[in-house]
């Protein structure tokens, strides 16, 4: 998004859109962390907000709500380009779960064992 500088005083300003500061729930008043970034650059944050949850308040959110519902399937339409899947069977080279179940049990016995 292009903003053009505004005078304000002995100061510059940049205007935020409407939209942008609904979206960003930026308010009049909002105090906001300007630094340099980069040779030419600024970042700005809102100062404040919601700290960052730690993990077992995650986990403790995720245990009160339940279990997360699969996204629903999207049909994207037809396959374009190079993103077709190979048509052919990989079942011959692939391992089998009993396959798989196997080397699963080695690699616990291999870690309880350097113990």
């Keep these: 998004m292009r903003v053009k500088l505004a005078k304000w005083g ?13 979206r960003l729930d930026l308010k009049e008043g909002t105090e906001l962390d300007v ?13 404040g907000g ?9 986990f403790a959110e ?12 999207v049909d994207w ?3 374009r380009g ?7 069977d990989w079942s011959d080279i692939a391992p089998t ?5 196997s080397l699963h049990a080695n690699d616990q016995r291999t870690r309880s064992g350097s113990r």
């Design 10 to 22: 002995n100061s510059l300003a940049v205007r935020i859109p409407k939209k942008l500061a609904e």
């Design 35 to 47: 630094d340099v970034a980069g040779l030419r650059g600024l970042r700005m944050a809102a100062v």
């Design 50 to 58: 919601a700290a960052p949850k730690t993990l077992d308040e995650l």
């Design 62 to 73: 995720a245990e009160r709500t339940g279990p997360l519902e699969p996204p629903a399937l």
């Design 77 to 79: 339409g037809p396959d």
């Design 82 to 88: 190079n993103e077709r899947w190979p048509d052919e």
């Design 97 to 101: 779960d009993e396959e798989m179940r």
